[in-house]
């Protein structure tokens, strides 16, 4: 939601020493980030970073070593080989590939090493995922807008990474909703990388080539840009898109009173619960992420 909504960032760490055992007293866990294009990505480092320090709060001394840089496959397989050098307890990934570490996690497995995939689902059996249903996301949010153009009209995509696992399966998932009304058409389908300056631009050069479309269906971290570009344009009464929850947006959306909605698994926020989701976000910095956590007790819960 990503940014990226994905469910329960903040105790991937918690589920991976809960797997591996409370009795024990210490425990190293690597995080890989392959990508840093995102305050969120920030973001999910931290709270795996707040979620540790939970748990040293409970006796247990959870250490997070993270690699975090913008890699290609192999220089993210190239984390995971450092991890298991180091002699990790667990591996917490955010993936760029969902075949491509099939080989490397077969490797951890032998060494002992838990590895977890939060974000994007990966093909390997020695891989557990943590995260949301991303093609369920997407259709989540294409559902709303067909809804709500009354299923017709003509409709842009606005996607993120192309390749990444979890785009192309938020891809799929709008893809799935769309082709089941036929009176809706999808007249253009751009990357601009989950970034907010791209998704301006972006929607600056659709609003060109295709000023009467209905509706924009646009991933977190490129919401705002493109919902800027709207109102720019004076079309926000012409236009319903999908938005992102970050609470610079969260905030906007309230203060003009877009047409958007945001697909988070629990719950699916829309303009009759924004209000709710801006109080969450009280106090925090702009770009903050609304997500939704576990406890330590609740995540420890799951492994009883």
């Known amino acids: 939601m990503k ?159 192309a390749g990444h696992p979890a785009n192309e399966m938020r891809v799929a998932g709008y893809k799935s909703v769309f082709s089941q009304h036929p009176d809706i058409q999808v007249v253009n389908e751009v990357n601009a990388n989950w970034d907010q300056a791209q998704g301006q631009q972006a929607m600056q050069n659709i609003l060109a080539t295709y000023p009467d479309i209905n509706g924009v269906w646009v991933q977190d971290g490129m919401a705002a840009g493109a919902w800027k570009t709207i109102m720019d344009a004076g079309k926000t009464s012409q236009i319903a898109a999908t938005g992102e929850i970050r609470k610079d947006f969260i905030d906007l959306w309230i203060k003009d009173k877009l047409n958007s909605a945001i697909p988070l698994p629990i719950p699916f926020i829309d303009s009759n619960n924004v209000a709710d989701a801006a109080k969450q976000l009280e106090g925090k910095p702009g770009y903050y992420s609304y997500t939704s956590s576990l406890s330590i007790d609740e995540a420890s819960a799951l492994f009883k």
Do not use: C
């Not at 909504?5 to 995080?31: N, Y």
């Not at 707040?50 to 006796?59: I, R």
């Not at 975090?68 to 496959?73: E, G, K, L, Q, Y």
């Not at 059996?125 to 009209?153: N, R």
């Open 3 to 161: 940014k990226f909504i994905a469910i329960a960032l903040a105790t991937v760490a918690t589920l991976s020493v809960s797997a591996l055992g409370a009795s024990a007293e210490s425990f190293k866990i690597g995080l890989s980030n392959g990508w840093v294009g995102s305050e969120w990505r920030t973001q999910m480092i931290d709270e795996a970073k707040a979620a540790a320090a939970a748990w040293k709060e409970k006796g247990v001394d959870v250490e997070v070593v993270v690699q975090s840089a913008n890699v290609d496959v192999p220089g993210q397989i190239a984390h995971v080989r450092n991890f298991i050098s180091e002699g990790v307890n667990a591996i917490i990934i955010n993936p760029n590939s969902p075949t491509a570490f099939d080989p490397i996690f077969a490797q951890a497995k032998e060494a002992g090493i838990l590895v977890v995939a939060t974000d994007a689902e990966v093909s390997s059996p020695d891989a557990v995922y943590v995260g949301i249903d991303q093609t369920a996301w997407g259709a989540a949010g294409a559902k709303w807008l067909a809804e709500t153009l009354g299923g017709k009209g003509k409709v842009v995509a606005i996607n993120g990474v």
